[in-house]
C-alpha cells in the first residue's frame, strides 16, 4: 500500500477506531459494523509495512497504533517468502527502537509491538535468517542501566518472546502448522531459552543482596520472578513428536521440568536453587510475590530426565534440595498464601524422584523430611477442616491437604523400598489428627478456632452442597488407606469412637422421648446435642467406610489385604460365637456382652455400625423421627452397601490367606450371613416405609437392595426372606407407601426386583416371581389404557402418575437385563414398547410423558440390543421406527417458540439420537450377518422387506434433520452428539448413503457443509472424518452420475478453497487432508482446475510462481493420485510443506 495515501487512510483509521471505542448508546450497530471492516480490510492490505510505519510514527491514536502494529506482524507471516532478508531485519529494528523510545506509550500497544517483534523473531529461526544473539545483547544493556523503567521494558521483550515460543496454545495464530512451533520451539529451547533464564537469574542475584527496595523497584523485581517462573514451567519439547503428540503434549496441565542435557550447568549449580531459597525468604510476606518463588521452587523440585549424568548427581541435588526446604520451613509460621506452594514442592520430590533415590540420602535428612511432612499434612488438616466449616471461598489449605494425602500414598504403597511398619507412626498421626479435626469438643476440635471459639452454627449449611462422600472421597480413600496401614491403632480407635457416639446417642433419644412424654415443647439445648453426635457419627461412618472397603468401579471388590492380614494375626485370640453374639445383637451395647474384648475388631467395627442402624429404627418405631438425622441414615445405608459388595460371601478363591472369623460370620452356607441378609432387608423395606420424602435417603436404600441381589449367590439368600416377597406384592400392587416413593427409586426398586426375580433357575421361583410382579403390572397398565374412556380421563392426574409409574418400572426392567433374563424380558417389554407408541399420540402435549416414553426405548435399545437375535432385533427396529414415525408427525404439527419448549426439544432430540446411536451399535458388533440377511432379499419381497438398524437409524436421522433449527444447534452437546451420529453413519454405512430418498440425501449433504463451514472446530473435524469414506465409496461404486459424486465434487472445492484461501484452525489441516487427497483422487480434472482458476486470477507474477511450484510440488507426480495408504502418507507430508511455503499467502485483500 503506497505511503502517499497515508494521511487519507490514517484519518479514516482514526474515525473508525473512534467510533468503536464510543459508549453503544452512541453509535448504531451499522456504523460499529462498517467500522470492524474497515480495520478487518487494512488487516488484510498487501505489503502495508511502509503504511503502518508511518501510522506508529504519526497517529496519536492508542487503537490506530495496536492494529497497525498487529497488521505487520499478520503481513509479515503472510508475505514472508516475498520479502528481502534485509527489509525483515530493518523492520524488527524499527519496532525494536520505536519501543525503546517511546517509554509512555500504553501497554497494550507496547505488548503487541513487542509481540509482532517475538513472530518475526520465530518465523526467522526456522530458516536462521534472524538470530536471537543481537537482541539479547540490546536487552543485556537495558537491563545493566539501572533504570527501572527500562528493566521492565527489556523484561517485556523476553516475556513476548518466550509467550511467542513457548507452546502452540499462547502463540499467535499465524496459520502454521504444529510442526512447524514445534521446530521453532525445540532450537529456541536449547540454547535461547537458557539465556533469557540466565539473564533473569542475574536480575535476581542483584535484588536479593539489597536490602531496602522502594516499590519501583519491588515491581522491577516481581516481573523478573515471574518470568524465572516462566522459564522453569517451559514444557520441553522432546525430539521427533508428530503434530498429534504434540498437541497432547503441549496441553498437559502440570508441566515438570524435563530440560535437556544442555542445561546440565546451568541448572545443577546448586547456587541457582540457593538463590529461590533466599529469593522466597526475602518476599514470602507479598502474596503475589510468594506464589510466583514458590512455583519456582516447586518446578526445580521437579527436576528429572537427561539433565542429571548418572544417580549420585541426583542423590545429591535432592539432598541439598532438601536441605533448603526444611531450612526455610522450619522456624517460620507458613502463611495462608504459602500452603498450596509448599504442597507442591513436597509433593513434586516425591512422585519425580525414584524412591531408590529418595532412600539413598542420608537416613538423618531423610527422616527429618519425613517427620516435616507428617508435621505439615496434620497442620493442613486442621486448617483445612477449618476452613470448610467457614465454608471460604478460597480453600487453600484443602488443596494443599489433598496434595500431602496423594504423597502419603505414594509412599505407603510403596513396599520395596520401605518395610510394612516403617510409616506406621506417621500414619497413626495423620488419622488421628483427622479424626479429631472432625470430633466436637471436647474430644475434637470442630467448629473451633485457633483461639478455642466455637463458629457458625451448623443450620446454615447449604441445601444443594454436595454429599461429604463425594466431596471428599480422595481425601477420606487417603485417610482410610493410612488407617489401614496402621490399622492395629486406627480400628480399635474407630471401635471405641463409634460405639461411644451411638451410645450417647441412643441414650439422649430416650431422654428426649421421656421429655415428650412429661412434657412437649422446645429442646434447643438438646438439639444442639444431638446434631454433635450426629456430625460425630457421619465422619466416623465415612472414615470407617474407606478404611474396610475400597471403591470399585467394574471390579471384584476384595476385602484390602491390611484389612484380611490384621483380622488373621489376631485369629487366635478370637472366640467366634462371642463375636457372631455382638454381631447378632444390634440392640445390645457390645461392651455389655461377657467376652467382648474377645471378638474380631473387624466385625465389631461392623456391629457398631449396625447398632447405629438399630439406634436409628427403634426411634422410628417410637415415632422420634423428627429427632433422627436422615444424613446419619443415608451415611448408614452408603456404608451397608459398601460392606456387602466387599465382604458378604467374599469368594475364598481369590484370596492367598484367609480370615477365619471373617468367613465364619459371612461366608457362604453361614447363618451369619442368611441372618444378615435377612436384617439387612428388614432395613431396606422399614427405610422405605418411613423415609419417603428423603429422596437421596431412599435413593441410597434401594441401590443397597440392587448390591443385594446384583450377585445370585447374594440373591438366593434374599429370596428366600418372606419380607421379599411381601415387598414385592406391595410394590406391584402400587399401594402406600411404595407408590409415594420418587420415580428414580421405584425405577432401581423396580430393578432389584427383576434380578431378583431372575436369579434363581428354579422354574417355580421364577413362575410365582412372574405372577406376583410382572403379570400385575401389566395387568394394570392394560386396564387404564383400554378403558373405553381413556383419551377423555388421560390427563386426570392419578391416570397420567399410573402411566408414568409404569414408564418409570419398564426402564427398571430393562435397567435390569442380562444375558440369562434378556428373552423372557424382551418378549415383556414388546408388548409395552408397542402399546407405548399410540400413548405418544395421546400424550403429545405432555412433553415430560414423551420424554419418558423415549427414555424406555433407549433404555431397551441400551440394555438389549447386544444380546438380540436377527428376527428379535427386526421387531426392535420396526417398533423405533414407528416411534419416530408418530413423533416426527406430532413434533413437526406442532409450533414452538418459547425457551422452555425449545428445551424440551432439546431434551428430546437428544434422548432421539441417543436411541440411535444404541442401535447403530449394534449393527457395528453384528455387521456382516445383519448384512447379508439385507442383500439377500430378493426384489418380489421388498413389500415385507426387513428393516436393518441403518434404515432406522437413517430415518431418524431424517426426522431429526427437520427438527435441528440453527438455534439448537447452539446447545453444544446436542450439535456434537449429533455430527458424532453422522460422522458414525458415514463410516460405518458409506455404501447407504448413496440409496437415500433425495431430499434426505440433500438435509445430510446440507448438513455437513454447515457442520464445516459454521461451527466449532471439533464438528468440523468430525465433517471433514465423515467426507473420506462418501469419497471412497464413490471410487468403489464408480457410478459418476450419482447424487453423491456430484455431491463429492462439491466438496472438493470446499476442503480447497479451506486449505488454500482461507485461514484456519492448524488443527484440522490433518483431516482436511485426508478428505481433499481422497477427493482429489476421485475428480482429478476438477482439482487441476481449481489450481488453474486460482493461478489464472494472481496478477502478481511472483505469488504465480510460488504458488505455481508449491502446486507441483503437492501433486506435480507423472503418476495420478490412488487411494494407496503409501501415496496418501506422501501426499499428507507434502501438504503440510505446502502450508508452511504458502499457507497465509493468499488470504488478502
Known sequence: ????????????????????????????????????????????SKSPFAICKHILETSKVDYVLFQAATTIMEAVVREWVLLEKNSIESLRTFLLTYVLQRPNLQKYVREQILLAVAVIVKRGSLDKTIVCNSIFHEVGHLISSGNPVVQTLACSILTALLTEFSSSTKTSNIGLSMEFHGSCKRIFQEDDLRQIFVLTVEVLQEFSRRENLSAQMSSVFQRYLALANQVLS????????????????????????????????????????????????????????????????????????????????????????????????????????????????????????????????????????????????????????LEEVLDKDDMVYMEAYDKLLESWLTLVQDNKHFHKEFFTQHAVQVFNSYIQCHLAAPEGTRNLTTNGVATREEEEISEVQEDDRELFSDQLAGIGMLGRIAAENC????????????????????????????????????????????????????????????????????????????????????????????????????????????TDSVIRLLAAVLRASEVESRATRANLIELLSPQMGKDIMWFLRRWTKTYLLADEKLYDQISL????????????????????????????????????????????????????????????????WNLAK????????????????????????????????????????????????????????????FQQICQEEEVKQEIIATLEALCGIAEATQIDNVVILF???????????GLMDIYKNTPETINLIIEVFVEVAHKQICYLGESKAMKLYEACLTLLQVYSKNSLGRKRSDVAAEE???????????????????????????????????????????????????????????????????????????????????????????????????????????????????????????????????????????????ATRHFLKLVFDMLVLQKHNAELTDAAGEAFYTLVCLHQAEYLELVETLLSSQQDPVIYQRLADAFNNLTGSSTPPTLDRKQRMAFLKSLKDFMANVGGLLCVK
Open 1 to 44: 500500500m503506497a505511503a502517499h495515501h497515508a494521511p487519507e487512510v490514517i484519518a479514516q483509521l482514526e474515525s473508525a477506531a473512534k467510533v468503536l471505542m464510543a459508549p453503544p448508546s452512541m453509535v448504531s450497530h451499522e456504523q460499529r459494523q462498517h467500522a470492524e471492516h474497515i480495520f478487518l480490510s487494512f488487516r488484510k
Open 491 to 598: 480400628i480399635p480407635l474407630l471401635i471405641s469412637l463409634l460405639e461411644d457416639r451411638v451410645t450417647r446417642l441412643h441414650g439422649q433419644l430416650q431422654r428426649q422421648q421421656q421429655r415428650f412424654l412429661s412434657s412437649p415443647g422446645p429442646a434447643s439445648l438438646a438439639n444442639k446435642f444431638l446434631d454433635d453426635l450426629y456430625e460425630d457419627i457421619h465422619w466416623l461412618i465415612l472414615v470407617t467406610g474407606y478404611l474396610l472397603a475400597d471403591d470399585t468401579q467394574g471390579e471384584t471388590p476384595l476385602i484390602p489385604s491390611e484389612v484380611m492380614e490384621y483380622s488373621i494375626k489376631h485369629a487366635t485370640e478370637v472366640d467366634i460365637n462371642t463375636t457372631l453374639q455382638i454381631l447378632g445383637s444390634p440392640g445390645e451395647k457390645a461392651s455389655s456382652i461377657p467376652g467382648c474384648n474377645q
Open 730 to 789: 406391595q410394590y406391584a400392587s402400587r399401594t402406600p407407601p411404595l407408590n409415594c416413593l420418587p420415580s428414580s427409586v421405584q425405577r432401581t426398586l423396580m430393578k432389584a426386583l427383576v434380578l431378583a426375580g431372575f436369579a434363581h433357575v428354579d422354574s417355580e421361583t421364577k413362575q410365582k416371581y412372574w405372577t406376583e410382579v410382572l403379570q400385575p403390572l401389566q395387568q394394570r397398565f392394560l386396564n387404564v389404557i383400554n378403558q373405553e374412556n
Open 904 to 1046: 424440551e426439544q432439546y431434551q428430546d432430540l437428544l434422548l432421539i439420537m441417543e436411541l440411535l446411536t444404541n442401535l447403530l451399535s449394534k449393527e457395528f458388533i453384528d455387521f456382516s450377518d445383519t448384512d447379508e440377511v439385507f442383500r439377500g432379499q430378493e426384489p418380489g419381497q421388498s413389500g415385507n422387506r426387513s428393516v436393518s438398524a441403518a434404515d432406522v437409524v437413517l430415518y431418524g436421522v431424517n426426522i431429526v434433520l427437520p427438527l435441528m433449527s440453527q438455534d439448537l444447534l447452539k446447545f453444544p452437546s446436542l450439535c456434537n452428539q449429533y455430527y458424532k451420529l453422522i460422522t458414525f453413519i458415514c463410516e460405518i454405512f458409506p455404501e447407504k448413503i448413496p440409496q437415500l430418498p433425495e431430499e434426505l440425501f440433500k438435509s445430510l449433504m446440507y448438513s455437513l457443509e454447515l457442520g464445516m463451514t459454521s461451527m466449532t472446530s471439533e464438528v468440523s473435524q468430525l465433517c471433514l472424518e465423515a467426507l473420506t469414506p462418501l469419497a471412497e465409496q464413490c471410487a468403489k461404486a464408480q457410478e459418476t452420475e450419482s447424487p453423491l459424486f456430484t
Open 661 to 724: 472369623p471373617l468367613i465364619m460370620a459371612f461366608g457362604v452356607d453361614t447363618e451369619g450371613a442368611q441372618w444378615i441378609v435377612g436384617y439387612l432387608l428388614e432395613k431396606v423395606i422399614s427405610n422405605l416405609t418411613v423415609w419417603i420424602a428423603e429422596t437421596d435417603l431412599a435413593n441410597d436404600t434401594v441401590q443397597l437392595l440392587v448390591t443385594l441381589v446384583e450377585r445370585r449367590e447374594r440373591a438366593n439368600l434374599v429370596i428366600k426372606c418372606e419380607n421379599w
Open 234 to 385: 517451559w514444557n520441553f519439547l522432546p525430539p521427533n513428536l508428530g503434530r498429534h503428540y504434540i498437541a497432547m503434549f503441549e496441553s498437559s496441565q502440570n508441566v515438570m521440568l524435563k530440560p535437556t542435557e544442555s542445561w546440565r550447568d546451568t541448572l545443577l549449580d546448586s547456587r541457582v536453587m540457593d538463590l529461590f531459597f533466599t529469593v522466597h525468604r526475602k518476599i514470602r510476606e507479598d502474596s503475589d510475590m510468594a506464589q510466583d518463588s514458590l512455583q519456582c521452587l516447586a518446578q526445580l523440585a521437579s527436576i528429572h530426565g537427561p539433565i542429571f549424568p548418572d544417580e549420585r548427581a541426583q542423590i545429591d541435588y535432592l539432598a541439598h534440595f532438601i536441605e533448603g526446604l526444611l531450612n526455610m520451613i522450619n522456624g517460620i509460621e507458613i502463611e495462608d498464601s504459602e500452603a498450596v506452594g509448599i504442597s507442591n514442592i513436597m509433593s513434586n520430590l516425591i512422585s519425580e524422584f525414584p524412591r531408590s533415590i529418595l532412600t539413598a540420602i542420608p537416613s538423618e535428612l531423610f527422616s527429618s523430611f519425613i517427620n516435616c511432612l507428617t508435621h505439615i499434612t496434620c497442620s493442613f488438616g486442621r486448617s483445612a477442616a
Open 827 to 837: 418378549t415383556f417389554l414388546m408388548d409395552f414398547l408397542n402399546n407405548c407408541i
